[in-house]
């Protein structure tokens, strides 16, 4: 059928003048014609309209918003609560007590709860450092960090001591290297490497200052402006803003339900619990830190500041696409339900998280289980309503 | 029949198939160079652990990291002979083994364009593409034509002509035509464009584009065989592609290979006056004198018997979905391989458990372990690749000293933004399920 369809086209270009047309044929063809015509129209005389409809989203409006009311003062909260960690550690070492380390673990307990703020955002500078590793790579490793104090000589920048470096590392120098405050306060006195830890800890100190006030001043105007290009790449494409917060929020809450709460439930291990894996292990908050999480990706999804001023977020992007969830009300408000079911369920776990999830299983098991719907409605229903693509490299489609 | 025959046997100008042999390695070889540039040789075929094989193709594996560039720089290699028409049977030869096997290394990196490339590439093979403007024919003048049978040139219209078609009758589903869905979700993605940016969040750009796409495709193939709508189904064609690049910028090559390809449309006195030019620049234009091609008696039976077959799979190959029962767009049965281009937007997420029967104790699997973000991304929506990866997490457990581990999974996929839900049956166990092209019963009805 078809070759005679072509062979007749043949005998028509090569050799005789073009035969009368078939009508419908010449009807599509001025479809097409008139079809060109109009794109055209639309193309290239409208550009002065304005978008002033009620359905438009201005996506560099909400990327002003999360540069200019969270990420920089999220930061800048960060920065100095790393400032303060840094000092209360060179008063405590300078003459170690047990007052001075309940000061030096305010100061952590504060970093470690500012740093639930920044986690999300670890695309241009934080991934220039490697900020989230270097940060909260947790369960630290208690061999590691003893072996580099003994030696006294280390480069906290290589791949091997990831896990021996950021607040889980100082967790162990300051709640877990005695049973109580006077035998920890001892470990920096009266102990053959009490210089050596000292100065460990003033190192991890200083390597977390580095990295945080570095990823600081290149988000602010006066350093490297990131701010002006995270909000100037408005598109959706691969490596656009929207495409790199929506990713990264992605992958920053699976943390949560991951390594802060499955893998210490033995999501991995077959069943079998793992204590040791949880975050802020000696200090034995976990629950407080995971809750403290949630509730910054809930801020950061509604675009809205710590100080509860609620912009343009992703969720206001999800409503003016009219995006529904599967059961009919909006995607937005049923990612809002599913927040607050995850806080809910997550804050009911007893701290410490370490306990519970070999004498509590069932109550960490059910927060484990909202955090996996909200996984679900952040990893697909958000990113193919918004068009984003849910990948971490660049590749074609069809 | 005697007809047809007939008309596929007249000596045509060689011209056409000579533009298109060269348009054809250049567009790869600009591909390919863009390919290896962006890192996606490592990204696809270097950095994972695991691929996932074509069913009856699990022996193509990948070779090393070296192996791979050899690959590579083979299929480079081979798209200059292409262009120049030097050593052309090889290069066309060699050029389509090595894309192939590529192509054949992991699902996930599954493209319409990719596959186009494979077939047209196969089709060249025997076609006499070498015997005009070629350095072969340079070499050795006595292999010169200036005609050919037209089932050279038509072949590859056919094949342009199936593409289109098939493409558009994908095309002819409520969702697409009725709800303008997925171009409803994709365009207000574009919006930040300098100039059609406003419109894109409008509905009616949304059906206007849904409606004349579908059209386009069904009608493209037949208004460029017609003289007199040649000249602007060309235009359309242009037109088109360049609005799907801009819309769609995730697209890749496929529009300018697909420009391109629609210039063997045009007749053979078009074509050879570029020729003529191009010779004349060079300053060494000689009156070739008109010489035809003709095969010979038992080389043209086998060619008829192959291309005969060829295309016969080929008008099978996009309905064999008919075979299985529910939505297509949903379960993917005989999805592939079918010209469905840019046709529905799915996501999905999904987590595997795998389960030691004996002591009743699950675990959960972290994908990243085991595949790339990218590979996860594509397992979570096809239900032959979820089974695929059920089996690698069955045969690692076995590794580790568990006997018969289960493998059940809980996966969530959106269509089309209707929103998640659940895609596979939770309670089947997929390590006892086998590959293979049979219904999968397990699959939840849409």
Known sequence: MDYSTLSISHTKTDKEPGAKLPGTLRLISRFFFILTVCLFTITSCEDEETNTGSNEFDRSTMLANYAHNIIIPNYATLNNAVDSLNKAINNFTSSPDTVKLQQLREAWYNVAMNWQHCST????????????????????????????????????????????????????????????????????????????????????????????????????TDGGNYQKMFIASDGMDIGSSVGLLVNELNFDFEIIKNAKIGIPLGEKTLGSPLPQHVEAFYHKQSVDFAVEHIKAIDNIFNGRS???????????????????????????????????????????????????????STVVDAAHTELKKQVVLLKTDLPSTLSVLITYQDNDGD | MKNLQKQLDKQVYIAPLITFRVLFGFIMLVSLIRFMANGWVDQLYVAPKFFFTYYGFDWVQPLNETGMYIVFGLMIAATIGIMLGSFYKTAITVFFICFTYVELLDKSNYLNHYYFVSIISFIMIWLPAHRFFSVDALRNPSIRRTQVPAWCTGSIKLQLIIVYFFAGLAKINSDWLLNALPLKIWLPATSDLPVAGPFMDEAWVAYLLSWSSCLYDLSIPFLLLYKKTRPYAFMAVIVFHVLTKVFLPVIGMFPYIMILSTTIFFPGDRHRKI?????????RLQKVPDTELHFRAIHKKSLTSLFGLFFMLQLLLPIRYLLYPGNLFWTEQGYRFSWRVMLMEKAGTVFFYVRDPSTENEAEITNRDYLTPFQEKMMATQADMILQYAHLIRDEYKKKGIKNPEVRVESYVSLNGTGSRLFIDSTVNLAAEERGFRHKDWVLQY
């Open chain 1, 306 to 360: 710590r100080a509860g001023i609620d912009s343009t977020g992703l969720d206001d992007n999800l409503n003016a696409l009219d995006a529904k969830h599967s059961s009919g009300i909006p995607l937005a408000e049923a990612i809002n339900n599913q927040f607050d079911d995850c806080i809910s369920a997550v804050e009911s776990i007893p701290d410490p998280l370490s306990e519970a999830v070999e004498n509590n």
């Open chain 2, 275 to 283: 020729f003529t030019t191009i010779q004349q620049c060079f300053g």
């Open chain 1, 121 to 220: 955002f670890e695309f241009g500078p934080a991934s220039d450092v490697l900020l989230r590793a270097s940060m909260n790579t947790f369960p630290t490793n208690v061999d590691q960090i003893n072996d580099n104090i003994s030696w006294g000589s280390y480069n906290l920048e290589t791949a091997g001591n990831i896990d021996a470096i950021g607040l889980p590392a100082l967790d162990y120098l300051i709640n877990g290297v005695g049973e109580d405050d006077e035998s920890i306060v001892s470990m920096y006195m009266n102990n053959d490497q009490s210089e050596n830890r000292k100065q460990y800890l003033a190192d991890l100190a200083a390597q977390m200052q580095s990295k945080v006030s570095a990823v600081y001043n290149d988000w602010v």
